[in-house]
């Protein structure tokens, strides 16, 4: 039987990142954060806005996004390098898409998540502070 990289072994296979893909968006857009053209941004941002009032999934909507907005980068530098972002700022997760375009054509893109927690900076409050505070 073949031996698995030690270094890679797992890889794909993260639970929590499943949950968090698979997970829907509560709360208001905070702010959006772009190096796209104004134009491919805006649309970035009604197609990411749509499919979410819709219901659909954090990755559902990220899919969305890149075949529907972010392929015209694909087509607007042909022959050219470029590397942008797009990131969506709620109130309680962070998304950031980026674009990687290859001057051979080739485009990727890659996604970052993340989930923001509140914490109480005063250490008196008790069981709203920071629950990793006291941890020995």
Do not use: W
């Not at 968090?20 to 968006?25: D, E, F, G, L």
């Not at 053209?37 to 909507?61: G, N």
């Not at 375009?101 to 109480?120: D, H, P």
């Amino acid at each position: 039987m073949a031996e698995h990289c030690a270094t890679t072994r797992g890889a794909g296979n993260n639970r929590a990142f499943e949950d968090a893909a698979n997970s829907r968006i509560s709360g208001e857009l905070q702010e959006v954060e772009s190096d796209l053209p104004e134009d491919i941004k805006e649309r970035a941002l009604s197609v990411f806005r749509a499919s979410i009032s819709d219901k659909c999934t954090i990755q559902q909507a990220i899919d969305k996004v890149q075949k529907e907005a972010l392929v015209e980068v694909e087509t607007r530098f042909k022959g050219q390098r470029f590397k942008g972002f797009i990131k969506f700022d709620y109130d309680t997760s962070v998304i950031t898409i980026n674009v990687n375009k290859f001057g051979n054509g080739n485009a990727q893109f890659s996604v970052g998540m993340g989930v923001k927690r509140m914490v109480c900076p005063d250490p008196f409050m008790g069981k709203l502070s920071d629950p990793n505070m006291n941890k020995r």
